[in-house]
């Protein structure tokens, strides 16, 4: 019986030094795969730096908004993108289809008597990487063309006809007579009419130039 007893204090002791040096091993490696973790290097930031762009840069770009002499108002935002990059020292800065907004800052429609049609607008800001920066930018304008000969056309036809009517009617006398009314006639049709318009539609091709420089930020 004794002997039985002995046995069984044997295996209780044993069992419970392996137990204890069980956790002891477990908690050895938890401690080891604790202190890899803190030890493990964290990421590299990205690494970001300023890449200034010049005055005098051109900005080659395809407008986004439409523009018009007779429809456009100072003040109507401009949006357009860039159509190429802009590279410094070879190294692209602005990538294309860049955003950039501004405005109309001038709008003047043909009118009857005043001259040509004009619209004009600049450029004051860009997105780039999420961020947004403001420019500044010189005026795009645009001009209708000039309609000196057709209207010149017109007041001749006019004259030609009614010297034609009038010697017709009178003779010599009455030819002067009708081509001095007839040119006014021809006079009053020009002014009656209006010119042409300038308008430039979305995706139409434009360029511009910064007039001030502006850094921007890169990351790498």
């Excluded at 990059?85 to 709008?107: C, K, Q, S």
């Excluded at 063309?145 to 004259?159: N, R, S, W």
């Amino acid at each position: 019986m004794r002997n039985w007893f002995a046995l069984v204090s044997v295996a209780a002791v044993s069992a419970a030094c392996a137990g204890g040096e069980k956790s002891s091993a477990e908690t050895a490696f938890a401690a080891e795969g604790t202190a890899t973790a803190a030890e493990a290097p964290a990421p590299p930031r990205p690494v970001v730096r300023e890449v200034t762009i010049p005055a005098g840069t051109t900005l080659r770009l395809d407008l986004a908004t439409g523009v018009a002499s007779d429809t456009s108002k100072v003040e109507d935002t401009v949006r357009a993108t860039l159509r190429q990059a802009v590279l410094v020292d070879g190294e692209t800065v602005l990538a294309p289809g860049t955003e950039l907004a501004g405005v109309v800052t001038e709008a003047d429609d043909s009118g009857r008597v005043k001259g040509r049609a004009r619209v004009a607008y600049r450029f004051n800001s860009l997105r780039h990487a999420g961020d947004r920066y403001d420019i500044t930018t010189a005026t795009i304008a645009h001009q209708a063309e000039a309609t000196k000969g057709e209207d010149a056309k017109k007041i001749a036809i006019g004259a030609g006809a009614g010297a034609a009517l009038g010697a017709i009617l009178g003779g010599g006398s009455g030819a002067a007579k009708g081509a001095a009314i007839g040119g006014a006639g021809g006079t009053g049709v020009v002014l009656a009419t209006k010119g042409r318009e300038v308008r430039l539609a979305p995706g139409a091709n434009v360029s511009t130039r910064l007039t001030a420089p502006i850094t921007v930020r890169l990351g790498s």
